[in-house]
């Protein structure tokens, strides 16, 4: 695939950057429905958000230092609060949005070789809501009752009655929700229009592939979440009792409702994640990914299993025993696409030129943490073990394996995969390394301490805790500060990259998909000409020729 | 909107009318979905309150319902005309059934206000004291409560929707009377002859067939909304 248009020096375009268009400085921005400039956009709107989470997050570890509450930081209620705005914060403003809206908008439209995606304006409108719809969440504290403190769930029946600004909080979620349906919907479009020619199904890059599945879950799980939404917010205005047990409702109902998006929200989470990582792994070890078409359908399988498992997060509620088991069932199949993913990676390593590199690092960091959270999630799905392990630091620890050490990883690794490409510097490698592994250690100590405390018993959310899990307290706190200075090591690395760092060459991992063949960053329109592809991705034979001939 | 005149000329002048139209079908999927969560609402509503479900049902005014199916149902017919026209070349025809079908959207919006009005006047909304009081003094069971819970908010989503849709088909009838070849930009060069010879705007054929997709929608709602809520 590299070998066509390479783009030649001698007349080269303005990049993406340079481009002078009808608005000048900050209008050149928010205004531009250039995919390069959205993805670069939503990255830096997303990653002040996610430091807003990391500090949210410091604060709650501190006051767990504390045993004796009549000297700590705060009141349980701020620790509500602060516990609702850091789950609200990573999961709606960070972590759904995450890949798909930052790298995958900077490269989907690359990776296919096109000129942008199939509705400029749609996604620059997908932006905008993203945004007003951050506001409405962060006006929704400083107005009406108080911070929300219902947790990032907002469970019913306590949502529909504590005093606290819900409805705000609520209508918030709902707007990012339309901005998560739109871009999935623009995403899916793009690649069945504006492929390529010659790129077939089965020749697009796997993180394509990956966006391509999220966005369907996106259009298809995001409403329901809507409609959840729209009912709470109805139940706290119009006095209309769907979910309040005074009234009538069923509060149980909420929770389904609320986990048939939320389960299949987890898996818009992790695919892209899955994605990017199955890119880098071919390019660092010079071997074309093992079993292609095995990640490309097991993508689809999770897609398809991970949107009919949302019982299990109900194993307690006194739902059937028919539909505990089933779920249950449902929970276990998941694991064997996941599995047959993390597989493939290996097998890709195995017997490849590696070239370690932060990238590499970050993406082999994610296999580790990664394989941690997903078994201890099948441990969840059994039914007798997750009675014992339901609403404890085990489920904190485990969500967080898969969607920090998960996601966020994956989302890390991309960002220092594709650097290079996005703002045309090199960053320091050995800080960028050293960054990952002081984050790699913190997040260890703080995470593998919760599934130990969780499983002696120490449940989730509480303010207090007993003599008994002080210690691991301790020890998750201190881990907590070696992970966020981890975490500022690599935002500094990287954007002091921007000032300092050496000029990245045009290929500088030696990648084989089309975004490495643009020389130098991409010029507007992406591509002078077209590229034709006439070669699956990941073909990195050292004798290509002689190997066919 | 687009600060890069060039990167954006040439995507309106290759506009995808395809992929609009996939993108429209993927909009319809999350719209099925929205309603589809208030379906499983109801679904489960109904099999806790059979009879309280059924007496609400009773209760309501069937003439009205069935008038407003007939006025949906026809004005889905008057939009597909209206596409058929414009593709044959007869815009003033196809303004003519797209200015019908927006006057059957607002003839059914009246009756809806009639309807919910005279609920409100005897006090039956949530919250509303013919809710919680019959007039001797009984207190309504929870059953008929959520009926009511879930008829104003089914009926009143679907409303909200007929009105986004007239919104969407008064913005078409805009677009139908600007003049097509104004401002050099709006046709695509590649249009074929058939286009040009008619005078034909062919972004204003695929702008009218996606919001007529997006009305053929909300009327397929209404006909699963009106037996659920005044039939059975």
């Not at chain 1, 871009?183 to 899916?188: D, E």
């Not at chain 1, 959840?228 to 509060?251: H, K």
């Not at chain 1, 792994?281 to 097991?298: C, E, H, V, W």
């Not at chain 1, 739902?319 to 696409?337: C, H, R």
Request: aromatic share 16%; proline share 4%.
């Amino acid at each position: 695939m590299a070998s066509h248009a390479m783009t030649g020096a001698s007349h080269r375009e303005p990049n993406y950057l340079e481009y002078k268009g009808k608005h000048t400085g900050i209008l050149a921005w928010i205004l531009s429905t250039d995919h390069k400039r959205i993805g670069i956009m939503y990255l830096v709107v997303l990653t002040a958000f996610f430091l807003l989470g990391v500090t949210l997050g410091f604060f709650m570890r501190l006051e767990q230092l504390y045993l004796d509450k009549s000297v700590s930081l705060m009141t349980a209620a701020t620790y509500n609060a602060i516990f609702t705005l850091h789950g609200v914060t990573m999961i709606f403003l960070v972590v759904v949005p995450g890949i798909p809206a930052t790298l995958g908008n900077f490269m989907l439209p690359l990776m296919l070789g096109a000129k942008d995606v199939s509705f400029p304006r749609l996604n620059l409108l997908s932006w905008w809501l993203y945004v007003v719809g951050a506001l409405i969440i962060f006006a929704s504290l400083f107005s009406g009752g108080g911070l929300p403190d219902a947790g990032w769930t907002f469970y019913a029946p306590y949502s529909v009655r504590t005093a606290t600004n819900i409805p705000l909080a609520v209508f918030g979620v709902f707007i990012l929700g339309f901005s998560s349906i739109l871009t999935g919907l623009n995403f899916v479009t793009t690649m069945h229009r504006m492929r390529a020619p010659g790129m077939s199904w089965f020749r697009m890059p796997l993180f394509c592939w990956s966006l391509y599945a999220t966005g369907w879950i996106q259009v298809l799980a995001t409403p329901i979440l809507g409609i959840t939404m729209l009912l709470v917010f109805a139940e706290r205005l119009l006095n209309i009792g769907i979910f309040d047990p005074s009234l009538g409702g069923d509060p149980i109902l909420y929770q389904h409702l609320f986990w048939i998006y939320s389960h299949p929200a987890v898996y818009i989470m992790i695919l892209p994640g899955m994605g990017v990582i199955s890119e880098i792994l071919p390019t660092f070890s010079r071997r074309t990914i093992f079993g292609y078409k095995a990640i490309t359908y097991s993508t689809l399988a999770i897609a398809l299993a991970g949107s009919l498992v949302w019982g299990h997060h109900m194993f307690t509620t006194g739902q059937s025993w028919y539909a505990n088991f089933v779920f249950s069932l449902l929970t276990f199949l998941v694991g064997i696409p996941t599995a047959i993913k993390v597989f493939n990676w290996v097998a890709t390593l195995y017997k490849g030129s590696i070239r370690i590199e932060a990238p590499l690092l970050y993406a082999v960091g994610f296999i580790f943490l990664f394989s941690i959270g997903g078994f201890t999630g099948i441990m969840l799905g059994i039914l007798n073990v997750d009675i014992h392990l339901h609403d404890t630091y085990f489920v904190v620890a485990h969500f967080h394996y898969v969607v920090f050490g998960g996601t966020m990883m994956a989302l890390f690794a991309g960002i220092h995969y594709w650097w290079p490409k996005m703002t045309g510097k090199m960053y320091n490698k050995k800080w960028a390394i050293s960054g990952w592994a002081v984050m790699f250690i913190g997040f260890n100590l703080l995470y593998f301490t919760m599934f130990i405390m969780g499983y002696e018993g120490m449940p989730r959310r509480y303010y207090g805790h007993l003599e008994q899990f002080h210690q691991a307290h301790r020890i998750a706190t201190y881990g907590s500060w070696v992970l966020i200075t981890g975490i500022l090591m690599m935002v500094a690395t990287l954007i002091s990259s921007l000032r300092n760092g050496e000029p990245a060459a045009d290929n500088p991992w030696g990648g084989s998909t089309l975004e490495w063949s643009i020389a130098g960053l991409p010029p507007l329109l992406n591509f002078d000409e077209i590229p034709e592809v006439t070669e699956d991705p990941y073909t990195y034979n050292p004798e290509p020729e002689v190997a066919h001939e | 909107m687009s600060s890069h005149a060039s990167s954006h000329d040439a995507h309106e002048i290759h506009s995808d009318f395809e992929g609009a139209k996939i993108a429209m079908w993927l909009f319809l999927f999350t719209e099925l979905l929205l309603f589809g969560g208030l379906f499983i609402v109801y679904a489960v509503y109904r099999s806790k309150f059979p009879a309280e479900f059924a007496a609400g049902s009773f209760a309501l005014d069937r003439v009205l319902g069935v008038i407003n199916t007939a006025v949906l149902l026809t004005s889905s017919l008057t939009v597909v005309l209206g596409i058929e026209a414009l593709q044959r070349g007869k815009t003033l025809l196809a303004k003519w059934m797209v200015g019908l079908t927006v006057i059957a959207a607002g003839i059914f919006m009246v009756n809806k206000y009639f309807e919910w009005s005279h609920k409100f006047h005897l006090g039956l909304y949530p919250g509303g004291d013919g809710m919680l009081n019959l007039p001797e003094g009984m207190l309504r069971s929870g059953g008929e409560i959520m009926f009511y819970n879930l008829y104003y908010f089914m009926t009143g989503l679907h409303g909200v929707h007929v009105l986004v849709g007239m919104g969407l088909l008064i913005g078409v009838l805009y677009f139908m009377n600007k003049r097509p070849y104004k401002r050099g930009v709006t046709v695509a060069d590649d249009a074929s002859d058939e286009f040009k010879l008619a005078n034909l705007n062919p972004r204003n054929v695929s702008k009218l067939e996606n919001v007529g997709l997006y009305w053929h929608l909300v009327d397929v709602i209404w006909i699963f909304l009106f037996p659920l809520i005044y039939l059975i």
